[in-house]
């Protein structure tokens, strides 16, 4: 029988399987992750999970009983040890071997290493795992508290607001000057920072942390400079780096810090698929020949095009790249891809409750940004997929309907 | 498989999403002329009501007042990420005035 080897069970790796069988193949699939649990939605650990208000039943699916019905062996708290590309085989640490015929690298991301010491105190947390969120969840519970999160980016300053909105305090720690600068350029980084603090989010961009202080527990995190900040709890989230050492071993070609794919999801290798975090995929919708994400709505469109080839022999992942982030009360959608330096268009005020913001380059719209303003990123959608873009001055005015825009063409 | 009333055509003003529980299942409600309209209210991506979202005539979806991703009537399908998964689609029957959701 053909076999399908999965390694990852991620939001990517998961998709590849659950397509498989949705599209009808019938061959084994062997789903291997090293998380203990069944597969999960990652993006709800830093925001309701964290704070006590999601719904597992929607963090954890599909169902547990899911994988035995689509006969899908899923093998948790398990890792890919080794693989050989020519022998096409695998070996697990369970100490099984797995001749594949197709093998899916879903392997992500590890979070990023800081060089500083008291990291292994208790009270030190990280959201990259649902029991390490459920871990941070256990200790809200138990009344307000404050947290001191080392990392400013995306999840940090999630954390931070949902526990703020949840009636607890938090100071974001954030060694660049300009917190979530990168991905969104520093005009819009600057407003959503000012809304976080507005919020109660402390900010303290700039910093470098020294250690994590206490003695037997954190008690909180000492700045460079000497300064302290106390902290009822310490949660680490400076990043991650794209695991390749599998893709590696296999002689997987690389390119801009991933595993270089063609529109397939196919590596360089035959018969070697790479998903997810790890995949540098070439988008149409990118000036660079290929671009790596590390987002949700990514990773199960790489999933399900590896998938579809796996079974079909077709499939390209050509979507509009979008990510989205929950801070508090505040939803941020991005469609499109950004880059730090795009000439930035407000779509009339910079106020709440709904803002959008467009980056252009070289005249031409190529994201938008928004935070509760569906209509109009419903129109920038429509504008992407007719090849629309607006002058600035439609862009600028909220009376002109972008979607009408599209439909002009 | 029960059928369970949820009300009277009046009580769903045309074309604007409503949110009703029939039997322990949440609901986002259209109706649009005599025809209603029943879709699963919870957005299958992430904690959302639907019928906090604007129902698109043109597309005949719910749009998930969230993230974007725009839900269709018929078949429940997003049309755009994030959502990934469709949303379940409920038969609806409107025996004269009163509305009946199979649940």
């Not at chain 1, 949705?22 to 699939?29: A, D, P």
């Not at chain 1, 000057?177 to 920072?193: F, I, T, W």
């Not at chain 1, 909180?220 to 390749?244: K, T």
């Not at chain 1, 988008?283 to 998938?307: C, P």
Request: aromatic share 4%; glycine share 10%.
């Amino acid at each position: 029988m053909t076999i399908a080897l999965i390694a990852g069970s991620g939001m990517a790796g998961r998709a590849a399987a659950l397509t498989l069988r949705r599209v009808g193949w019938t061959g084994e699939i062997v789903l291997v992750g090293d998380d203990p649990e069944y597969p999960y939605d990652r993006p709800p650990l830093s925001k309701s999970v964290v704070i006590g208000t999601a719904d597992m039943n929607k963090v954890i699916k599909p169902a547990p009983e899911v994988y035995e019905q689509e006969a899908i062996d899923l093998r948790r708290g398990v890792t890919v040890t080794g693989a050989d590309a020519t022998a096409k085989t695998a070996e697990l640490s369970d100490g099984s071997t797995v001749a594949w015929d197709a093998l899916v690298l879903a392997t992500g991301c590890a979070p990023r290493q800081l060089p500083i010491p008291g990291l292994d105190l208790p009270g030190v947390y990280r959201v990259t795992r649902l029991d390490e969120a459920l871990e941070i969840q256990a200790v809200l519970a138990t009344g307000p508290k404050h947290l001191g999160i080392i990392g400013g980016g995306f999840i940090g300053m999630e954390v931070a607001a949902a526990a703020v909105a949840a009636g607890h305090t938090a100071t974001v720690l954030e060694a660049a000057p300009e917190p979530m600068s990168r991905p969104l350029g520093l005009e819009v980084a600057e407003r959503v920072l000012l809304w976080a603090t507005d919020r109660g989010v402390v900010v303290r961009a700039g910093v470098g942390v020294e250690q994590v202080s206490g003695d037997d527990i954190a008690t909180g995190v000492r700045l460079v400079g000497g300064e302290e900040i106390d902290a009822d709890l310490v949660i680490v989230a400076v990043g991650q780096s794209p695991r390749l050492e599998l893709a590696q071993q296999l002689g997987c070609e690389e390119v801009v810090g991933g595993i270089k794919v063609d529109a397939g999801m196919r590596t360089s290798v035959a018969d070697v698929y790479a998903v997810g975090d790890i995949a540098a995929f070439p988008s149409t919708w990118a000036d660079e020949d290929r671009i790596r994400v590390e987002h949700a709505a990514v990773a199960i469109g790489h999933g399900q095009v590896a998938a579809e080839q796996i079974a079909t022999g077709e499939g390209r992942y050509d979507d509009l790249p979008s990510f989205w982030s929950d801070q508090g009360d505040l939803t941020l959608n991005v469609v499109g891809v950004a880059r730090p330096d795009d000439e930035i268009v407000w779509r009339g005020d910079q106020a709440l409750p709904a803002c959008t913001a467009f980056y252009l380059r070289e005249g031409t719209m190529r994201a938008a940004f928004s935070v509760s303003d569906m209509k109009t990123l419903r129109g920038v959608r429509k504008l992407f997929a007719a090849g629309v873009s607006p002058t600035r001055e439609q862009l600028a005015d909220p009376a002109v309907d972008l979607a009408a825009l599209a439909a002009e063409g | 498989m029960t059928q369970v009333s949820i009300g009277s055509l009046s009580d769903f003003p045309e074309g604007t999403p409503t949110r009703v529980e029939a039997d322990g299942t949440a609901l986002c409600i259209v109706r649009i002329g005599d025809t209603v309209h029943a879709i699963c209210d919870d957005c299958p991506h992430a904690e959302a009501s639907l019928s906090e979202g604007d129902f698109l005539a043109d597309d005949m979806a719910i749009e998930c007042p969230l993230h974007g991703s725009a839900f269709n009537l018929a078949t429940g399908d997003p049309d755009c990420p994030p959502a990934t998964e469709a949303v379940e689609v409920f038969t609806v029957t409107v025996d004269g005035d009163s509305v009946l959701v199979d649940v």
